[in-house]
């Protein structure tokens, strides 16, 4: 069973995220609040967390994984953007978004659509895991808890302790998450193209 880690949904004890960040930094896969539900996470290129997020939704090889950042400033390592994207990115960062964007170099090969050679990325709100990310020093590879068979992402963390516990190694839980999951939005074309609507307000992609 993994551990279940009570934190404050203001100020998180540094204790208990440093106890996440070397959970993560060891390979482990963990589950954390943002304003978009619950994710599960786990070290930027690690394999083991990718697969065991891939066996505990049933994705496939074709499926975006999604780098979380602290800041737009950390954006320009990951995407390759030309500058529509930029101003995009940079006008609808922080927020409850994913976007999928051209993959830099910088971004492991596993973490890329196979043949598209993209990847999602996203700037969270929500103070829990923007914490992580500090206390981690790099970005997380990152997937909204969406069970096989659910359209909505998990959004308590006892709850995620008691379904799926044996199969992480840390809940962290603040009592304070997002009910929907991000608005996903494709950069990759010509123009935005919005694929999912739901946090995040669509209206600024909407070029109709």
């Excluded at 993560?24 to 070290?43: F, H, Q, W």
């Excluded at 598209?116 to 929500?126: F, I, M, N, S, Y």
Aim: with cysteine; hydrophobic share 40%; proline share 8%.
């Amino acid at each position: 069973m993994g551990r279940y880690l009570d934190v404050h949904p203001v100020n998180p004890q540094p204790r208990l995220l440093n106890q996440t960040a070397d959970a993560i930094r060891d390979g482990g896969l963990v589950a954390i609040p943002t304003d978009s539900g619950y994710a599960l996470c786990g070290a930027m290129g690690a394999k083991e967390p990718l697969e065991r997020i891939k066996r505990l939704r049933n994705l496939d090889d074709k499926h975006h994984f999604t780098l979380m950042v602290s800041s737009f400033a950390q954006l320009g390592e990951y995407v390759d953007m030309d500058r529509w994207v930029f101003r995009t990115l940079k006008g609808n960062t922080p927020g409850r978004y994913t976007f999928i964007v051209k993959a830099s170099r910088e971004v492991p090969k596993l973490m890329q659509h196979p043949k598209k050679r993209t990847v999602g990325v996203r700037v969270p709100e929500h103070v829990v895991p923007l914490s992580l990310l500090e206390v981690l020093g790099a970005p997380l590879l990152t997937s909204t808890l969406i069970l096989p068979g659910e359209t909505e992402p998990m959004t308590d963390g006892w709850t995620v302790q008691d379904e799926l516990g044996s199969l992480l190694d840390v809940v962290l839980d603040c009592g304070e998450c997002g009910h929907e999951p991000t608005t996903v939005v494709d950069l990759t074309g010509a123009e935005p193209e919005v694929l999912r609507i739901g946090a995040g307000n669509p209206a600024p992609f909407d070029l109709s």
